[in-house]
């Protein structure tokens, strides 16, 4: 079976058990730009972010031996990539700014027929979230994990991380709308 085509757990059971370099090196590029989107949504730094995507997989490489086989390897990931974004913030001992300027970075926009300033206002906005709800807005709606694994990325239960998104996604509305 050819790399490319293979899932994401099809690639960790083969880096898991066999050290397979071409599975690893697979998920890194299949994985890595999505990783370093959403430290830098956080961090606001290119270099920071990249580090941070690099300690991710590092962290993953520590810990293959622990992968759970079949076990889906996005939520983990994250997982990872959460827990290494808030040691950073521990250490350097400050909470997440507001720099990220995704039409500065290149991505694109939600909807391709959304301005650069649409963009512009809908990120500004989820950056204005409080952390604990962005991280649920950035794991759901910018990484597309579902309620059930931004639940396990975050460590509390379904039913927080619907309530944070209701909550966010109600700021969102009413910020964007023009609203309180």
């Given amino acids: 079976m050819a790399l490319p085509?293979?899932?994401?757990?099809e690639l960790m059971a083969?880096?898991?058990?066999?050290?397979?370099?071409a599975a690893f090196e697979a998920l890194f590029h299949r994985h890595g730009p999505r990783?370093?989107?959403?430290?830098r949504r956080f961090v606001g730094s290119d270099p920071i972010a990249q580090d941070l995507a690099q300690q991710t997989f590092l962290q993953l490489h520590r810990a293959r031996r622990d992968y759970r086989l079949g076990a889906p390897l996005r939520p983990w990931l994250f997982t990872?990539?959460?827990n290494l974004r808030r040691e950073h913030f521990r250490r350097n001992r400050r909470r997440p700014e507001t720099a990220?300027?995704?039409?500065?970075h290149g991505v694109p926009a939600v909807q391709p027929l959304a301005t650069t300033a649409e963009v512009r206002l809908l990120h500004?906005?989820?950056?204005?979230?409080p952390e604990h709800e962005r991280e649920v807005v950035v794991l759901?709606?910018?990484?597309?994990?579902?309620?059930?694994?931004?639940?396990?990325?975050?460590g509390v239960s379904r039913s927080a991380v619907k309530v944070r998104a209701h909550r966010a996604y109600k700021k969102l509305r009413a910020q964007l709308e023009g609203g309180p």
């Avoid at 990220?100 to 500065?104: A, G, M, T």
């Avoid at 759901?140 to 975050?154: D, I, K």
């Fill in 5 to 9: 085509e293979a899932s994401d757990e």
């Fill in 35 to 39: 990783l370093q989107g959403y430290f």
């Fill in 14 to 21: 083969r880096y898991a058990t066999d050290g397979d370099r």
């Fill in 80 to 82: 990872i990539a959460a």
């Fill in 100 to 104: 990220y300027d995704p039409v500065r």
């Fill in 140 to 154: 759901h709606w910018f990484e597309g994990l579902s309620m059930a694994e931004v639940a396990a990325v975050m």
């Fill in 124 to 129: 500004r906005a989820v950056d204005a979230l």
